[in-house]
């Protein structure tokens, strides 16, 4: 079983939320947000994979979050429809405070 | 670049496909045109999110054409197909009846013409319509029955078992030979989540039953040597 989550799932998916909208490049607005078990999943379109990577990478850096699952739809990037795996190696980063 | 759209709705499409849903072909006229009205037409192309695990559920679909991959990250990371939908399905509604996020994430696996009832309004007609209260508990009913099913297969059977049972649930009859026709979407990576398992262990089982002489793995589809066989090898 999961340790308690210090933040919950709804208070994640806000804070990035208002991350992306208050992004100074507002790229990110348009994008959905949906958050479980601490893991993110993105979906919408940006019009670069650079800034695709970005997004990623915001959320990446916020505490709690222990993946990201991006089916951000960029030209050249990956179907959203893949099938996608991730390697959950921190998960201390729910419990650790 | 994919985007989902939405038009001005011809409801004769939505008509025709309450007329083939289990337990919605039987409401009233009353009934019908009160989802009728409320549905909006949508369109997704291939691979495009419809909603995504974790997102507030907003709306119910009703699928009209196109299939649609329903999948969820387990807590470990590793994503599990939970439903592969066919229409005429309805999706996206155990979320909106249990007034939590959507469970899992549903994604078309190629072009997808759908209709969404906003949520708030789907409670509203079944708070008004006690007949389309049963038609919702009897589907959900028949979804339960399904997950019983998945958990039995996943934690009982053998993955080659899941595959053998899996292959002749979707075979189709083609010039007297039961095939299983293999979507441009239909890789061993998405057969693999749909047996709750990985792609190289798929890929052992396929050639297992092939070595057995009870499948063949051609170019666009999976020849049933032996459907007798591959049922004895469902039923392990």
Do not use: C
Not at chain 1, 27 to 44: D, E, K, S
Not at chain 1, 66 to 95: F, H, M, W, Y
Not at chain 2, 61 to 87: C, D, F, H, N
């Amino acid at each position: 079983m999961l340790p308690q989550q210090k933040t919950s799932d709804t208070e994640l998916r806000e804070k990035i939320i208002t991350l992306f909208f208050t992004n100074s490049r507002q790229v990110f607005a348009n994008l959905r947000v949906g958050v479980m078990h601490g893991i993110v999943h993105l979906a919408g379109y940006v019009d670069s994979l650079a800034k695709r990577a970005m997004a990623e990478e915001i959320v990446q850096k916020i505490h709690a979050v222990r993946g990201v699952v991006n089916r951000i739809e960029a030209p050249g990037a990956p179907s959203p429809a893949r099938s996608i795996q991730l390697n959950l190696t921190d998960s201390r980063k729910i419990d650790d405070e | 670049m994919a985007h989902s759209s939405s038009s001005t709705a011809n409801t004769q499409p939505l008509k025709d496909a309450l007329a083939q849903t289990l337990h919605f072909n039987a409401l009233s006229l009353e009934v019908q045109n009160a989802i009728l009205t409320a549905a909006i037409p949508k369109h997704f192309a291939a691979g495009q999110v419809i909603y995504l695990e974790g997102e507030p559920a907003d709306h119910v679909y009703i699928l009209a054409s196109g299939w649609v991959k329903a999948t969820r990250m387990t807590p470990e990371g590793r994503e599990q197909a939970l439903l592969i939908l066919r229409p005429v399905e309805i999706f996206g509604d155990i979320a909106v009846f249990s007034g939590t996020p959507y469970p899992g994430t549903a994604t078309a696996l190629e072009e997808v013409h759908a209709w969404a009832i906003p949520a708030e309004t789907v409670i509203a007609l079944i708070n008004q319509h006690p007949e389309l209260a049963m038609a919702v508990i009897r589907k959900m009913g028949d979804r339960v029955l399904y997950y019983i099913g998945l958990v039995e297969d996943l934690s009982l059977r053998s993955v080659e078992a899941r595959l053998a049972k899996t292959l002749l649930a979707n075979a189709t009859l083609h010039d007297g030979q039961l095939i299983v026709p293999r979507r441009g979407w239909s890789t061993f990576d998405e057969m693999a989540d749909r047996l709750g398992t990985v792609r190289d262990v798929l890929s052992r089982a396929l050639k297992a039953l092939e070595a057995e002489g009870l499948l063949r793995v051609e170019k666009q589809a999976i020849l049933l040597l032996n459907p007798k066989g591959l049922a004895e090898r469902a039923g392990s």
